[in-house]
């Protein structure tokens, strides 16, 4: 393909942003399993993914965004894909079901991130039909001719990762990976859960260390993901399992600051988190509303409260409702994003 | 199958192996899910597709539906993606960057004096009043004021069938408590 516009070079990895060497050096540097804030469909926009990175987060990903549109639609780039200059280290996640559509969609990112991951995890029907998602683990053959295209064209320069669920049969999920590392992934992240299997259920973390003690290429490095709520957990998984990195998801959605060892969500985050939504904009009511809640319920705040915040109807209303509730500090203000118990105004019942 | 598995754990004391199970070191590790089962039925609804590549230079691909009704997902063309890639790089510099502290004052009087903006797009409205709600966090009234009340001029004509009718609401939710804080 001859093109007329001149596409940026991949961008440049150092110790600071390349997701391979900080996943590969984190036990030895910090003696622990990399910390990784991973993709949440909707919610892993910019602002919370800043939020995340105040709060020992080594690497932090997008949500999945779907190549066939973003490489047609600029209105879908718009919409999926917003960055900044310290949004980094960054995987953007990709929900793709053909090479064509994957080499376009990684042209299209490398020089704007620092990682680009498959998503093999996402159990969402619509997707799977597309032969998106979790379908891609029963589809090995492609899913590898995609990672091998990446690779084969981009080598080191820019980094592939998968993020996939262990099939009914965990010999299965054995051999995809190491067919995965023959094609030349740079790292895997293992969900440790099937397609089917309900996040109510506990993660699966015998399969995932079997995992790790069956692939053949022991120099690529895995990742844990599924049940990490605290620090401790991923320290327990991390020591159980024996991989280089732990996941956590929904976790962070709630407790964005989990990996810097706070056992409920820190009042500051959720000052941090508001700053930053004003500050980048464009974050639509409906998800910075739930993106409060699910913190604000993990910090304690009683039912009623919670309650009255579901029941504001913008940002203008919600910023009035908590200077009327707490003491809501600005960037600027002392002590802004330090405050651990949540600072309610005097009039307010204590919990 | 079993002699691959018990080869492959020679070296870890393989007590038995079973068939949905290994044994190792006298703890078990569960390698299929037991909780699979339970769902059948919600598998049966999420059958698995393989799409297929029609044409591996554009990416159409065909797909097939559970229903087992095929449809295409159309390619796109050396000559589209072309397009793409202009508009991406050349007109729009890659994706949305929006640092800390870039939203600035002197940058919306510039977007709300350019005619060709479509108010009719969501995204634009939500950028544009971004301006409005981080003057408004911020607690500086009185560009708050001036910001809500040109982009209410601008939003009250497209209001068909109150569409907007939260969009405008917060608009004037703000330069009422901005008048009453200016003051």
């Given at each position: 393909m001859s093109l007329a516009v001149q596409i940026p070079p991949p961008k440049k990895l150092n110790k600071e942003n390349d997701p391979l060497h900080i996943i590969k050096t984190r036990r030895e540097t910090h003696n622990r399993p990399a910390t990784i804030a991973g993709p949440m469909v909707?919610?892993?926009?910019l602002a919370f993914r800043q939020t995340c990175r105040?709060?020992?987060?080594?690497i932090v990903y997008t949500p999945m965004i779907l190549a066939r549109e973003f490489v047609r639609n600029g209105h879908a780039r718009m919409a999926d894909f917003t960055t900044c200059?310290?949004?980094?280290p960054l995987i953007v996640q990709v929900g793709v079901n053909n090479i064509a559509d994957l080499l376009k969609f990684a042209e299209m990112v490398y020089p704007y991130c620092d990682g680009i991951g498959i998503n093999c995890?996402?159990?969402?029907r619509e997707q799977i039909r597309e032969g998106i998602g979790s379908a891609l683990i029963y589809n090995g053959e492609l899913l590898c001719s995609m990672v091998k295209a990446v690779k084969d064209k981009y080598g080191d320069s820019v980094r592939l990762e998968t993020k996939i669920r262990i099939h009914d049969d965990v010999e299965d999920t054995v051999k995809l990976c190491n067919s995965l590392c023959e094609a030349g992934v740079d790292w895997i992240t293992i969900h440790g859960r099937t397609r089917t299997t309900r996040s109510s259920v506990p993660v699966n973390i015998d399969a995932i260390k079997y995992l790790r003690e069956n692939?053949?290429?022991?120099n690529v490095p895995l990742v844990a993901n599924g049940d990490c709520f605290t620090l401790e957990d991923c320290h327990r998984i991390g020591e159980y399992t024996k991989v280089d990195g732990v996941m956590a998801v929904r976790g962070l959605l709630a407790n964005p600051a989990l990996f810097d060892g706070y056992q409920k969500c820190p009042w500051g985050a959720i000052e941090l988190f508001v700053h930053y939504t004003m500050q980048f904009g464009g974050l639509p009511y409906q998800l910075l509303q739930h993106h409060l809640y699910t913190m604000l319920e993990n910090t304690g705040l009683d039912k009623p409260l919670l309650r009255e915040l579901m029941e504001l109807k913008s940002t203008a209303y919600l910023i009035d409702w908590l200077d009327e509730k707490f003491d809501f500090k600005r960037k600027g203000d002392p002590g802004f994003s330090k405050g651990v118990e949540i600072p309610f105004r005097d009039s307010q019942p204590k919990i | 199958m079993m002699s691959e598995l018990s080869s492959e754990f020679s070296s870890l004391a393989v007590a038995s192996i079973k068939a949905n199970s290994v044994i190792v070191n006298d703890k078990t590790i569960n390698l299929k899910d037991e909780h699979a089962d339970s769902h059948a039925n919600e598998r049966r609804s999420q059958a698995l597709q393989r799409p297929v590549t029609i044409d591996g230079n554009t990416g159409e691909v065909l797909v097939r539906k559970t229903t087992g009704k095929t449809r295409i997902r159309r390619g796109q063309s050396t000559e589209e993606y072309q397009e793409q890639l202009e508009q991406y790089f050349l007109q729009q510099k890659g994706p949305t960057r929006t640092e800390e502290n870039a939203l600035q004052k002197k940058e919306f009087d510039q977007l709300i004096a350019?005619?060709?903006?479509?108010?009719?797009?969501k995204q634009i409205r939500q950028k544009m009043v971004s301006y409005a709600q981080l003057y408004y966090y911020e607690r500086d009234y009185s560009n708050c004021l001036k910001v809500s009340e040109l982009l209410l001029q601008k939003f009250e004509p497209i209001n068909k069938k109150n569409k907007l009718l939260k969009e405008l609401d917060e608009l004037k939710h703000m330069i009422e408590k901005s008048k009453a804080r200016c003051t």
């Open positions: 909707r919610y892993s926009k105040e709060y020992d987060v080594d200059d310290q949004d980094t995890g996402c159990p969402i692939i053949k290429y022991k | 350019d005619e060709s903006f479509d108010y009719s797009l």
